[in-house]
């Protein structure tokens, strides 16, 4: 499938400073893409360029198909990190207002709007002033009028920040819906936990350079350590005795216990540690006949450990 957004051997300097260096992704269309990387990586810069605030030095971005250019600003809604309301203009005022600068007729606004509104359980604050808002509803308002006009590409630039757990819960199931809908959506941030949650893929960037790229399931599995936990119910064993796996059992060639221990319901819980490319089910059918198998996992990395891994080691 043709890629919505493409960036190729895109560079920028300012200065004597390369903030990006010959930077080249595919964004796949109605997809998550997440930019992530350290303070001062680039991430705005590129995020500056889709939005066609600054221009790349070298290099060419392609939106659907078509070198990028100013007909496709109406396409985007962007969701800058640094974000402000007029404090003293009504809420649902400002909100048609934003609207309609986003080319939605002052009927259609109303309408969607309200709609947003009651979805994000803010409508009884329409006609209240925007300085009254909490800061959260205030971000609640800047999202909505972020995707107010349907665009094609939307681009968030730390959309989380500001939001207590419930609702940044709200704003995930609503970004995800939105892609549903046919959005492609790229954004920037510093919560892995969000990036685990909800990208198809990433491109890490540090000191304007591309350090990963690739889909988050992929990333996972290109740096797993082979680990394994696996739950196991010894049936013979007595409640009173402890019972030590690695002090009576020897693991078929290629496994080792790496640590067990004992929960309260009596299961034993064993990381195990594999060589590379050996078939888990030798594990699996070896632990089966020691006891009822009640759990098993492959450990993956989380992307927190990779960034901070690769970032670290540049
Ligand atoms: P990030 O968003 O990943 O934190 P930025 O894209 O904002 O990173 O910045 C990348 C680098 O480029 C930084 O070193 C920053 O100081 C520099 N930079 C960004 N914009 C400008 C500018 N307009 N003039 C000079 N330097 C800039």
């Known amino acids: 499938m043709q890629s919505f957004i493409e960036i190729n051997n895109v560079s920028k300097t300012y200065g004597n400073y390369k903030a990006l ?18 303070n001062g990586a680039g991430k705005t810069t590129l995020i500056r360029m889709l939005n066609q605030i600054t221009a790349p030095d070298e290099g060419e971005i ?24 007029y404090k003293t203009m009504k809420v649902g005022e400002q909100a048609i207002y934003l609207a309609q600068l986003k080319g939605v007729s002052y009927k259609d606004a109303e309408k969607r709007l309200k709609q947003w509104f009651k979805k994000f359980d803010i ?11 909490s800061k959260g509803m205030q971000q609640k308002i800047q999202f909505i009028v972020t995707v107010i006009h349907n665009p ?35 954004f ?31 990333i996972k599995q290109d740096f797993k350590d082979n680990k394994f936990e696996i739950k196991l119910r010894i ?36 990381i195990v540690s594999a060589d590379k490319d050996i078939n888990p089910n030798i594990l699996i059918n070896y632990l089966s006949e020691k006891g009822t198998i009640v759990s098993y996992r492959e450990l993956l990395p989380s992307m927190n450990d990779i960034f901070i891994n690769q970032v670290n080691s540049l």
């Open 152 to 186: 094609k590409l939307l681009i968030f630039d730390e959309p989380f920040s500001g939001f207590d757990p419930i609702n940044v819960n709200l704003l995930k199931k609503e970004i995800l819906e939105l892609r549903d809908k046919g959005a492609t959506i790229i």
């Open 235 to 270: 049936e013979e064993q007595s409640n009173s005795q402890i019972f030590k796996f690695s002090d009576s059992q020897v693991l078929p060639e290629g496994f080792n216990i790496e640590s067990e221990k004992t929960d309260n319901n009596g299961e034993l819980e064993l």
């Open 62 to 85: 392609i939106f659907d198909g078509e070198k990028l250019n100013r007909n496709h600003i109406s396409h985007i809604g962007y969701l800058p990190e640094e974000r402000g309301l």
């Open 21 to 38: 260096n010959n930077i080249s992704i595919k964004v796949p269309r109605q997809s998550i893409y997440g930019l992530l990387g350290p």
């Open 188 to 218: 920037s941030t510093h919560n892995m936990a969000s990036v685990e949650e909800l990208c198809d893929n990433i491109m890490l960037i540090n000191k304007g350079q591309k350090v990963l790229e690739g889909s988050v399931y992929q």
């Open 123 to 133: 409508l009884s604050w329409w006609d209240r002033k925007v300085e009254e808002l």
